[in-house]
């Protein structure tokens, strides 16, 4: 059973940086980017191929958020750039069944889920 854990979420003011890791316990071939804000529904923000290619979903991330990942060691990242008070969300990565390699942005195509992590951005 894949396991994936979250990490470097944490308080960050507005305009600053953040970087999110996700941790695979084994090698992944599509990984997702999914963020849910408190009353709101699970929402897509990006996909990145195992070969590291990535889209960005969400418009209102787009050339600020990008995706990235380090196969050798099974290590997704988030890099949030110029984070905005409407970014405040728990984010999670998730990883689409078996060797799956179409991207997705719908959280009923992933399978695995890591526990997620809190960002808060503050004004």
């Known amino acids: 059973q894949l396991q994936l854990v979250e990490s470097g979420g944490g308080l960050v003011q507005a305009g600053g940086s953040l970087r999110l890791s996700c941790a695979a316990s084994?090698?992944?071939?599509?990984i997702g980017w999914f963020r849910q804000a408190p009353g709101k529904e699970r929402e897509g923000i990006a996909c990145i191929f195992k070969e590291g290619g990535s889209v960005i979903y969400a418009d209102s991330v787009k050339g600020r958020f990008t995706a990235s990942r380090d196969n050798a060691k099974n290590l997704v990242y988030l890099q949030m750039s110029s984070p905005k008070p409407e970014d405040t969300a728990v984010y999670y990565c998730?990883?689409?069944?078996?060797?799956?390699?179409?991207?997705?942005?719908?959280?009923?195509?992933?399978?695995?889920w890591g526990q997620g992590t809190q960002v808060t951005v503050s004004s």
């Open positions: 998730a990883a689409r069944p078996g060797r799956v390699t179409v991207c997705g942005s719908s959280p009923r195509q992933y399978n695995y």
């Open positions: 084994g090698s992944t071939f599509v």
